[in-house]
Structure formats: C-alpha cells, structure tokens
C-alpha cells in the first residue's frame, strides 16, 4: 500500500481504535477505583442504557426536533452571512461604516440574550433557531470576501459578461471562504440549539440532558451526550460532504484527499 492510500485509510483505522482503547480504559478504572455510578458510570452501562434510550419513542422525536432547529438556524444563519458579506464586499464605505457595529455584536455572548428571545418568542422552536441562526450568521458573514479589483479589472478587459466574472471569478473566489464559515457555523449552530433547549425548552435533546440531570440518571446523561456528538458529527459530515461537491477544485479539498 502506498503512501497516499495509506494516509487515506489510515484515520479510519486508527479513530476507532483510540475509541475502543479510551472505552476499555474508562471500564477499567472506574470499576477498580470503585467510582460510584452516580459520579461516573462505565462505558458499559452507559451503552446499555444508551440501548435502552434509544427504544422509547420520546427519544427520536427530541431528535427530531433539535435536528429541526439545527438545520433551520444553520440554512437561515448562512444564507444571512451570505447576503450581508456580500453587500459589504461590494460597498466598502458601507463595511467601513457599520463594521464596529459588527464588532460589538459579534463579541457580545449570545446566550445572554437567550432569556430576551424567550421573551420575545416563547419557548418554542423559534427561540432555538433564532439563537442558532444568530451564531451561525457571523462566521459566515466575516468569511465572505470581496474580489480584488485587479482580478475584476482583467474580467473587464476581455469583455467577460457579468455571468462569466461570477462563475469564473467571483464564484471561485468567494466560496471557499464561505465554506470555512459554514464549517464553524454548523458547530456553532449545534451549540447554539442545545443552550437554547438547556435555558428555555421542553422538547429536544437539550432538553433531555437536563432531565436526566434532574433525575442525577448519570448513565442516561451520558447516553444523551453521545447523542448529541453523534448529531453534531453528522451534521458537520454533511457540511464537508457539500464543500467537496460545491468547490471540488479548491486545495482545501483535493489536499484533504491527498491526506485523508
């Protein structure tokens, strides 16, 4: 096997047996420290009560339901940063003028204003997806980057239309800067989710993490968060998956492939 394919089958070798080496040291020292259940339960019965978790009907449509509010938050968030990045490329004056607002609301914590969206749509779905939307939208929005007027001014000279100059020039040059955005703005949009149903839900997989809190079920609060990895992980899966189809000939791309 060579050294490209190895480095390509490697990471799928190699994860899961850190995974395994991590479970069965956790089994191992748990059961000869004698740690209480109650502190820190054994991957065992964790995965058993994970097991059990998953067979009740409540469980899939919390899922449902925070993948709902990802996905929206996320879409709404991006399509947002899209926009926005794009309209202040094309009008510097305007991105001069309005960037220390920017500024100011990007560093100010979003969950602090999550009681104030509560407030404003209840505890519903809207909530979530708003404070999702919100985290998404600034990594996308800041990603975005105008075309250098150099590049424009060579499209201008050989008569390029309007379509040739976007898809040859500003597609190109634009797009990986937004999928470097949308690749944070997904984790950020997960992040987001699971605050919102922790302070103001009663539905979805936040929601079921504070629940087993509530019961101090240790092992059904571990089970939960290996929901939500698992969700998280799909969802940035997902994300990558599209930039590989969308921006094909980018290095961020054909480099990972070259890689990994």
């Known amino acids: 096997m060579n050294r490209r394919k190895l480095m390509k089958v490697l990471p799928w070798i190699t994860t899961p047996a850190l995974l395994i080496v991590l ?4 089994e191992v020292t748990v059961k000869a420290m004698g740690v209480s259940t109650l502190i820190l ?3 065992s019965l964790v995965f058993e009560q994970l097991g059990q978790t998953l067979g009740e009907p409540t469980t899939w449509t919390n899922v449902r339901v925070t993948v709902t509010e990802i996905v929206l938050g996320f879409l709404a968030g991006t399509a947002a940063g899209v926009l926005v990045g794009v309209i202040l490329g094309k009008l510097p004056l305007l991105e001069a003028s309005v960037r220390p607002l ?7 914590p979003k ?6 969206f509560v407030i404003w ?4 779905m809207t909530t979530k997806v708003v404070i999702a939307g919100l985290l998404a ?3 996308v929005m800041l990603g ?4 250098d007027r150099g590049h424009r001014d ?3 000279s050989i008569n390029a239309s309007r379509w040739q100059t976007f898809r040859h020039l500003e597609y190109k040059s634009m797009m990986p800067h937004v999928f470097a955005g949308m690749e944070t703005a997904i984790v950020l949009a997960v992040i987001g989710t699971i605050v919102g149903e922790y302070l103001g839900g009663n539905e979805g997989l936040g929601y079921m993490v504070v629940k087993t809190l509530n019961e101090l079920n240790a092992p059904a609060l571990f089970a939960v968060i290996l929901m939500l990895a698992t969700v998280g992980l799909i969802m940035y899966f997902i994300v990558t998956s599209f930039k590989r189809v969308a921006i094909p000939w980018h290095e961020s791309v054909y480099g990972r492939k070259d890689v990994g």
């Open 23 to 26: 479970f069965v040291v956790w």
């Open 41 to 43: 339960p054994p991957p």
């Open 121 to 124: 749509f209840g505890f519903g």
């Open 111 to 116: 969950v602090a204003l999550i009681p104030l």
């Open 154 to 156: 060579v499209m201008q």
């Open 137 to 139: 939208f600034f990594p």
């Open 144 to 147: 975005v980057r105008s075309v």
């Open 102 to 108: 920017i500024i100011a609301l990007e560093v100010i």
